[in-house]
């Protein structure tokens, strides 16, 4: 079978933590090469790369350009989550995702372009969530954040849209997913199996998302099976928002 990524080069930032891994590997099996960025320490990553941070982003360009040359996609994945609703918030705890999950995507988008213009039909893929479809009484700075990457993504696929190569962008909106967050929301409750028994339970297909499920609908999107798709959301949530 023709694999959809052959030596594509495809830069993941939290590349560590459970998507990012299920999507880096997920692009190695389609014949990709992938860059794993994630936070200084965190295991198996290529490069060191705090999202939020503007100079580590230059550097992380640096290097990419001189090992490969180009990029031919860039996932921009890392996120955090937070819970709390408008008034337990603070305002420093507001700044510190909006800086990740906002700031970091936006970040990525600029600086990667001029390295994607060199690439062979680039792709950007964008981690939203349905948090950034619809809102949770508890997920103020996060709603807000993953709506943010949602309307990002549209202004960067039209301006993708404008240059040679033409450069895609699309986001991607899963619901819960087994993952070390989902851990990390239901250990925060008083009844952390409980917790996750509702989560799944508020599913129409009764469960979670399986990681390479996420992953195989990104390697779709930086392919070029997906080349006429720009601009959109592909919601992966187990039916979630279609009521
Ligand atoms: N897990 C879910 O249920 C779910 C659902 C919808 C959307 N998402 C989104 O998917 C993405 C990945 O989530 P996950 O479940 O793999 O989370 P995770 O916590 O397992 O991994 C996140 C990774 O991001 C890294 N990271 C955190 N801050 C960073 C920073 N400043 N710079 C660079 N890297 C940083 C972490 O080190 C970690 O490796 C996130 O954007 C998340 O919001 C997750």
Do not use: H
């Given at each position: 079978?023709?694999?959809?990524?052959?030596?594509?080069?495809?830069?993941?930032?939290?590349?560590?933590?459970?998507?990012?891994?299920?999507?880096?590997?997920?692009?190695?099996?389609?014949?990709?090469?992938?860059?794993?960025?994630?936070?200084?320490?965190?295991?198996?990553?290529?490069?060191?790369?705090?999202?939020t941070r503007e100079d580590d982003w230059t550097a992380a360009m640096t290097a990419v350009s001189s090992r490969h040359g180009r990029l031919d996609g860039l996932v921009n994945n890392?996120?955090?989550?937070?819970?709390?609703?408008?008034?337990?918030?603070?305002?420093?705890?507001?700044?510190?995702?909006?800086?990740?999950?906002?700031?970091?995507?936006?970040?990525?988008?600029?600086?990667?372009?001029?390295?994607?213009?060199?690439?062979?039909?680039?792709?950007?893929?964008?981690?939203?969530?349905?948090?950034?479809?619809?809102?949770?009484?508890?997920?103020?700075?996060?709603?807000?954040?993953?709506?943010?990457?949602?309307?990002?993504?549209?202004?960067v696929a039209l301006a993708g849209a404008r240059k040679t190569p033409q450069v895609r962008c699309n986001s991607v909106h899963p619901a819960f997913v087994e993952s070390d967050m989902v851990e990390g929301i239901a250990g925060a409750t008083r009844d952390p199996a409980r917790s996750k028994e509702r989560m799944a339970g508020d599913i129409p297909l009764g469960r979670?998302?399986?990681?390479?499920?996420?992953?195989?609908?990104v390697v779709w999107l930086l392919s070029d099976a997906s080349s006429f798709m720009t601009g959109s959301e592909l919601v992966l949530d187990g039916g979630l928002v279609a009521r």
């Open positions: 079978m023709p694999r959809r990524l052959d030596g594509a080069i495809i830069l993941v930032t939290g590349a560590a933590g459970t998507l990012g891994s299920a999507i880096s590997a997920a692009i190695e099996a389609d014949g990709g090469v992938v860059v794993r960025s994630d936070l200084a320490g965190r295991p198996g990553t290529d490069v060191a790369l705090d999202v890392a996120g955090v989550v937070s819970l709390g609703d408008v008034e337990q918030t603070t305002f420093a705890e507001w700044r510190r995702v909006m800086a990740v999950n906002a700031d970091g995507v936006f970040l990525g988008c600029k600086y990667a372009m001029p390295l994607l213009a060199l690439g062979t039909r680039p792709s950007i893929v964008n981690l939203s969530s349905v948090s950034g479809l619809v809102g949770g009484a508890n997920l103020a700075a996060y709603n807000a954040s993953k709506g943010a990457v949602r309307l990002l993504t549209k202004s979670m998302a399986r990681p390479p499920e996420i992953a195989e609908a």
